[in-house]
Nanobody, 119 residues
Framework: QVQLVESGGGLVQPGGSLRLSCAASGFTFSSFAMSWYRQAPGKERELVAVIASAGGSTNYADSVKGRFTISRDNAKNTVYLEMNSLKPEDTAVYYC????????????WGQGTQVTVSS
């Protein structure tokens, strides 16, 4: 069955770094655009970064541009989010998303991983 398993979250001090990973299985990973979303307490889920299926095109929320980098390894069926210069406002549950739009539309979510930025 389809699985998206995030890892790498945790507690980090402001200015620190974390690397999130999302391991995918059960679908053709290389055909899907992959994204990271986040949801802070009391707020709506927001798109953080997206990478195209071939990995050549990326987009970022303005709030993370220059600090976060999304990448993927299609041989390992894994997408990453490198987060640097973390701020307290980056605190949220981070979710991995897989999306394919063709004749059919497929969209899958991971269970999320908590990132807390605090001193």
């Amino acid at each position: 069955q389809v699985q998206l398993v995030e890892s790498g979250g945790g507690l980090v001090q402001p200015g620190g770094s974390l690397r999130l990973s999302c391991a995918a299985s059960g679908f053709t990973f290389s055909s899907f655009a992959m994204s990271w979303y986040r949801q802070a307490p009391g707020k709506e889920r927001e798109l953080v970064a997206v990478i195209a299926s071939a990995g050549g095109s990326t987009n970022y929320a303005d709030s993370v541009k220059g600090r976060f980098t999304i990448s993927r390894d299609n041989a390992k069926n894994t997408v990453y989010l490198e987060m640097n210069s973390l701020k307290p406002e980056d605190t949220a549950v981070y979710y991995c998303n897989a999306d394919f739009k063709g004749f059919f539309h497929f969209n899958y979510w991971g269970q999320g991983t908590q990132v807390t930025v605090s001193s």
